[in-house]
T-cell receptor, first 116, second 111 residues
Framework: GAGVSQTPSNKVTEKGKYVELRCDPI?????LYWYRQSLGQGPEFLIY????????DSGLPNDRFFAVRPEGSVSTLKIQRTERGDSAVYLC??????????????FGPGTRLTVL | SQQGEEDPQALSIQEGENATMNCSYK?????LQWYRQNSGRGLVHLIL???NEREKHSGRLRVTLDTSKKSSSLLITASRAADTASYFC???????????WGAGTKLIIKP
């Protein structure tokens, strides 16, 4: 079936603006993750959903960042009052959500966010 | 925070040669995973090795894990141009869902 998809693929915005990044997980995957990747670095965990609820949002850098998954499928990462330091590739991943085990996370292509 | 550190940061070899990349981590783990990332396909899961395993194979890939040294290696045999990518190791962090990543090894296969 289809993999994880993310839209838009690229987003350029101005400092102070609000942006929304969307993630469509693999159908049937209950777990969904957001990561942020800066140039030359590995991904950095932001938030994890199990179903509709955010089971762990400890990686969100501050209260300008918020994510939702209202129906347990599509998720939206929202960033308010964007800053230049928010520029990065935002990656979404999904997995089956197997309890008690580390199950494979499947990644989308990412959204490259540039804040001018 | 990043848990793993890959070594070397960059590696350039001739097609057909073997490539070895290493990963070191800091805290105890339940498992370690290797991923590949290139511009065409994003992050792709390669292999997962559990803490009670010492070696695992998948096609041309061989992964070893030494928990006493907190290190892992990824060997790609008979490299191909399509293997050109960045390779990352990721370990489970505070939980089995939170992956903590190294900065990656950039591998270039010269034709």
């Amino acid at each position: 079936g289809a993999g994880v998809s993310q839209t838009p693929s690229n987003k350029v915005t101005e400092k102070g603006k609000y942006v929304e990044l969307r993630c469509d997980p693999i159908s049937g995957h209950t777990a969904l993750y957001w990561y942020r990747q800066s140039l030359g670095q590995g991904p950095e965990f932001l938030i994890y959903f199990q179903g509709t609820g955010a089971a762990d949002d400890s990686g969100l850098p501050n209260d300008r960042f918020f994510a939702v998954r209202p129906e347990g499928s599509v998720s939206t990462l929202k960033i308010q009052r964007t800053e230049r330091g928010d520029s990065a590739v935002y990656l979404c991943a999904s997995s089956q959500g197997l309890a008690g085990l580390t199950d494979t996370q499947y990644f989308g292509p990412g959204t490259r966010l540039t804040v001018l | 925070s990043q848990q793993g550190e890959e070594d070397p940061q960059a590696l350039s070899i001739q097609e057909g040669e073997n490539a070895t990349m290493n990963c070191s981590y800091k805290t105890s783990i339940n498992n370690l995973q290797w991923y590949r990332q290139n511009s065409g396909r994003g992050l792709v899961h390669l292999i997962l090795i559990r803490s009670n395993e010492r070696e695992k194979h998948s096609g041309r890939l061989r992964v070893t894990l030494d928990t006493s040294k907190k290190s892992s290696s990824l060997l790609i045999t008979a490299s191909r141009a399509a293997d050109t990518a960045s390779y990352f190791c990721a370990t489970d962090g505070r939980s089995n869902y939170q992956l903590i990543w190294g900065a990656g090894t950039k591998l270039i296969i010269k034709p």
